[in-house]
């Protein structure tokens, strides 16, 4: 099958996928259990360079929706009824290893470049702007290398409520059109179960998303230099911090302002001169607002 056919497939899988949430993305409907007394702040600094992602920069890539340059979705279309057999696992073997092996060509000129940054520190550094008022009189803050999964593998949790477990991501798109800075923030309780071990509950849960593309910085990413990374790392850590501090108190509803992002419907939450938070079905995104259109007319 050519690359026609395969991308006329995928663009069906994510026509279907844009289909589902064409009602428009949910919004947050219940305040979280904050401010408290005290809360914990777990960062968890698991990444610690810039990666090349394998999906393109295609229509609603930023807000996680990222199907069409998929080598699942491509391969699924590839092999077609023997996507479950072995012809289905050696195409999609061989389509990740490809794109894997370009993806780590492209990073390593901007991995090079930001490599004085101090990309941790500046992350850390951010988590200082958290408005205390709006979520503890007392916050301890702590950095940890380790993910979750990796903790409770070993049996390190502890008992406790109220911690905010913040986890923060970065990459450039395969095509190397966007960069988009994540931070994926909990709010948890941890209680010893009756087996004595420790089980987790979510009380709140939301994704922050910084997207630029190299248009709007006028420069492609693997040119930029250390300085330029740097101020990009700094923009996009703070502003995620300000987006939770705002989120946590935010009551968004339907009657706000409907937006599309890249044919992705959003919701306006606030416009920011030339930045705007909107939000979709997966996070709220920071964006260019040069780039929402009006909704379009089903």
């Known amino acids: 099958m050519n690359d026609t056919k395969l991308r006329s497939r995928a663009l069906l899988a994510l026509a279907t996928c844009l289909a589902a949430c064409a009602a428009g993305p949910q919004v947050q409907r219940e305040a979280p259990p904050l401010p408290v007394t005290t809360l914990r702040v777990e960062v968890r600094l698991t990444q610690h360079q810039i990666e090349v992602s394998r999906t393109n920069s295609t229509v609603g890539a930023a807000a996680g929706v990222q199907m069409a340059g998929s080598p699942q979705v491509a391969a699924g279309g590839f092999a077609a009824g023997a996507a479950a057999g072995l012809i289905g696992s050696l195409i999609d073997v061989a389509i990740d290893a ?6 780590e060509h492209a990073a390593a000129p901007m991995r090079e470049h930001a490599r004085e940054v101090g990309i941790d520190a500046l992350i850390a550094t951010a988590v200082d702007g958290l408005d205390r008022h709006r979520f503890a009189e007392t916050v301890d803050v702590v950095h940890v290398d380790r993910s979750e999964a990796d903790d409770e593998k070993q049996g390190r949790f502890e008992p406790g409520t109220n911690v905010l477990v913040l ?8 095509d190397g059109d966007t960069f988009t800075y994540m931070l994926d923030a909990r709010l948890v309780d ?17 994704t922050f998303s ?5 248009s709007e910085l006028g420069t492609p ?3 930029l230099t250390a300085e330029r990374w740097s101020a990009l790392f700094k923009a996009a850590a703070a502003e995620t911090v300000e987006m939770l501090g705002y989120d946590v108190s935010a009551r968004p509803s339907d009657a706000q302002p409907r937006r599309s992002y890249r044919a992705l419907p959003v919701v306006l939450d606030q416009e920011r001169g030339e930045r705007s938070w909107v939000r979709s079905h997966a996070a709220l995104l920071s964006v260019s607002s040069a780039s929402l259109d009006a909704p379009r007319k089903s």
């Open 98 to 103: 490809h794109r894997g092996s370009v993806a």
């Open 167 to 174: 986890v923060p991501s970065y990459a450039v798109n395969y």
């Open 190 to 206: 941890r209680t010893r179960g009756k087996r004595g071990r420790v089980e987790t509950k979510t009380r709140y849960h939301e």
């Open 210 to 214: 910084y997207v630029v593309t190299a």
């Open 221 to 223: 990413f693997a040119e």
